[in-house]
């Protein structure tokens, strides 16, 4: 999958990581990925919430262990 751009959102928490994206994403053309990394547990829940009222595809969530502490990553291809 081609990432076109990347969200550093980590440190933030609800609703700041989806005000971002939605931001970034407004700045990308139709089928364009966006990669948004996050430390906010509730993130999983609120980015399968916001691509299902925005049209936007959630084309994966993972995730992983960085420096001892959860994050998420969220791939959501613009609509």
Partial sequence: MDIHKELDARGLT???????AKK??????????LKVLATDPGSVRDFQAFARQTGNDLVDQQAQQSEGRDEYIHFLRRR
Avoid: R
């Fill in 14 to 20: 609800c609703p700041l990581p989806i005000l971002k």
């Fill in 24 to 33: 970034a994403l407004s700045d990308m053309h139709s089928g364009e990925v």
